[in-house]
């Protein structure tokens, strides 16, 4: 597992794709941190503070309802949490938690929440770290699912400006590291007004920034690292299959933006 003091991340585990139903192995105090939507408990601050980010997305129902009903099945755990790493949010498939950080703003909070619900929803499609495959691979598995989870993102945000909520959006262009994307989006939009067509192009421009691609090279290089002493293992040179990053991209009505044919996918240096 490894954490990043950027957006946010996926916490990623090579040796054990299991979930661990107990949260108060996660943490002691998860009672009153976390929060699973649709049952009833006795209110929370994570109550409080998820259904409000539940209520901001609702009208993109398209967007929010395949991510949460998504969410929903898996029993993911909605949790806030403030880790002396610094990281603003991430999701933990081990414990099947999604944490935010309290002390963000409440935008922030939505922009990683809808971020980390990408996420949940990769994982649930298989794209999991694994030491059956090279080092090298698994940072280019990396770079693939967190140009995905981006451009969703940004891709997410721009509907609901289009339906009168442009804060998100707003957001986004506030992420010092991240607003490239959200630009190359926007200006593709106005000159073709094709979403597909967009959405491709915000998911080759995360690959643009040497700042993202060394901050994930590093981590989940560390991780991978961790993970070979812990399990006393050889490093793998297995590659991906071919047809591996083919159901990466695939939007809640269908439709496939093409990611896995680009060649910014190739990439993991």
Same mark, same amino acid.
């Given at each position: 597992?490894?954490?990043?003091?950027?957006?946010?991340?996926?916490?990623?585990?090579?040796?054990?794709?299991?979930?661990?139903?107990? /949260?108060?192995?996660?943490?002691?105090?998860?009672?009153? /941190?976390?929060?699973?939507?649709?049952?009833? +408990?006795?209110?929370?601050?994570?109550?409080?503070? @998820?259904?409000?980010?539940?209520?901001?997305?609702?009208?993109?129902?398209?967007?929010?309802?395949?991510?949460?009903? *998504?969410?929903?099945?898996?029993?993911?755990?909605?949790?806030?949490?403030?880790?002396?790493?610094?990281?603003?949010?991430? =999701?933990?498939?081990? @414990?099947?938690? $999604?944490?935010?950080?309290?002390? /963000?703003? @409440?935008?922030?909070? #939505?922009?990683?929440?809808?971020?980390? $619900?990408? *996420?949940?929803?990769?994982?649930?499609?298989?794209?999991?770290?694994? /030491?059956?495959?090279?080092?090298?691979?698994?940072?280019?598995?990396?770079?693939?699912?967190?140009?995905?989870?981006?451009?969703?993102? #940004?891709?997410?945000?721009?509907?609901?400006?289009?339906?009168?909520?442009?804060?998100?959006?707003?957001?986004?262009?506030?992420?010092?590291?991240?607003?490239?994307?959200? +630009?190359?989006?926007?200006?593709?939009?106005?000159?073709?007004?094709?979403?597909?067509?967009? $959405?491709?192009?915000?998911?080759?421009?995360?690959?643009?920034?040497?700042?993202?691609?060394?901050? =994930?090279?590093?981590?989940?290089?560390?991780?991978?690292?961790?993970?070979?002493?812990?399990?006393?293992? +050889?490093?793998?040179?297995?590659?991906?299959?071919?047809?591996?990053?083919?159901? $990466?991209?695939?939007?809640?009505?269908?439709?496939?933006?093409?990611?896995?044919?680009?060649?910014?996918?190739?990439?993991?240096?």
């Amino acid at each position: 597992m490894f954490s990043m003091s950027c957006y946010s991340d996926v916490r990623y585990h090579f040796l054990s794709a299991a979930t661990d139903n107990d /949260l108060n192995k996660w943490h002691p105090d998860s009672q009153e /941190l976390c929060y699973y939507p649709g049952t009833d +408990i006795v209110s929370n601050q994570a109550e409080r503070v @998820f259904k409000e980010i539940f209520s901001y997305i609702a009208p993109e129902k398209e967007l929010a309802h395949a991510l949460m009903n *998504h969410a929903l099945k898996k029993r993911v755990a909605f949790c806030i949490e403030n880790r002396v790493d610094g990281t603003r949010g991430y =999701y933990d498939y081990r @414990f099947n938690v $999604l944490a935010i950080r309290s002390s /963000l703003s @409440f935008y922030q909070k #939505v922009a990683i929440v809808i971020h980390e $619900l990408r *996420h949940v929803v990769q994982v649930g499609r298989g794209f999991r770290q694994s /030491l059956d495959y090279s080092m090298n691979e698994m940072v280019r598995m990396t770079y693939a699912v967190e140009a995905d989870v981006q451009a969703y993102s #940004v891709y997410f945000a721009w509907r609901l400006k289009e339906k009168g909520r442009p804060e998100l959006w707003d957001e986004l262009l506030n992420f010092d590291r991240y607003r490239d994307i959200a +630009i190359v989006f926007e200006r593709t939009m106005m000159q073709s007004g094709d979403e597909i067509y967009s $959405l491709k192009q915000a998911f080759i421009q995360w690959y643009a920034s040497p700042w993202r691609r060394a901050n =994930y090279h590093q981590g989940c290089c560390m991780s991978y690292l961790d993970s070979l002493d812990e399990s006393h293992l +050889i490093e793998s040179f297995e590659v991906l299959p071919e047809t591996y990053f083919d159901q $990466l991209c695939i939007l809640p009505d269908g439709r496939n933006y093409g990611c896995h044919k680009t060649t910014a996918i190739k990439l993991s240096d």
